[in-house]
């Protein structure tokens, strides 16, 4: 348990990482102005489609009493929730591919600034971005690959939606633990499977991360200013925790 609350605390504990190297902020503000711009199109016709079907059904009931308040209100909670949710996908899909070469630049840094380890790579800052991509969509295709089945346990009578949601989550937090730790091993071209392997030889240090990051990147149009926090403490955390001795 202590190694849960560690990670999911740790996030919060590197913020002083970007008074410490004021490059951090100067690193982040592109990504934080592109991830802007695509949560705030995916949010604004999300929620004008999930609102606009869910106000149709509410307009068409004609029953104005105290029922009716209350369905109105939970509508209004799930639609919401559901917006929340459809843009939280679609944001780790296209803005990790779009932010991913940004998100390079600041674990690079945490890595050489605070942990003197510096990758010596003949790769220009083209081959970078690509391999940064690259990467981005292997992690991509791994999440479809498993929420895909996660959603379908839905359709299981009585039991699917709580299945669904407890498996989902816990993937997330791994997910994200993923997501963020990835750039050292992705700098170092380690093979996927491996880093499943990395990722996971600290289930509960991770999961807690992982819930952290999924957490801050749930959360409405202030996740944008979050994501340059959680590239900088997935790495830093990776090194905290000797998971580079892992690469061996």
């Known amino acids: 348990m202590n190694n849960f609350i560690f ?14 190297y004021p490059k951090l902020i100067l690193y982040s503000i592109v990504p934080v102005i592109i991830n802007l711009i ?17 106000a149709g059904i509410i307009d068409s009931n004609e029953y104005h009493n105290v029922l009716f308040v209350i369905m109105n209100f939970i509508m209004k909670a799930v639609s919401f929730l559901l917006v929340l949710l459809i843009c939280y996908f679609a944001f780790v899909i296209f803005g990790g591919i779009v932010a991913a070469p940004f998100n390079e630049k600041i674990s690079a840094l945490i890595e050489e600034m605070e942990y003197l380890q510096k990758l010596e790579n003949s790769a220009g800052a083209f081959e970078e971005a690509l391999i940064s991509i690259r990467e981005e969509l292997k992690k991509i295709l791994f999440y479809i690959a498993v929420m895909i089945p996660v959603f379908m346990i839905n359709f299981i009578p009585m039991i699917g939606n709580t299945v669904s949601l407890v498996t989902g989550s816990i993937f997330s937090f791994y997910y994200n633990s993923l997501d963020y730790m990835d750039y050292p091993l992705s700098r170092r071209l380690v093979s996927f499977r491996h880093k499943l392997r990395i990722i996971g030889s600290e289930k509960t240090l991770t999961a807690g991360f992982g819930a952290a990051a999924f957490i801050l990147t749930f959360l409405p149009v202030i996740n944008v200013l979050f ?10 955390l990776f090194y905290k925790k000797d998971f580079n001795k892992l690469l061996l």
């Open 7 to 20: 990670g999911f605390f740790y996030p919060f504990r590197c913020i002083k990482l970007f008074f410490k």
């Open 38 to 54: 695509i949560y705030g199109t995916i949010f604004y016709y999300t929620y004008g489609y999930v609102t606009g079907k869910t």
């Open 227 to 236: 994501n340059p926090l959680l590239v900088a403490s997935g790495t830093s």
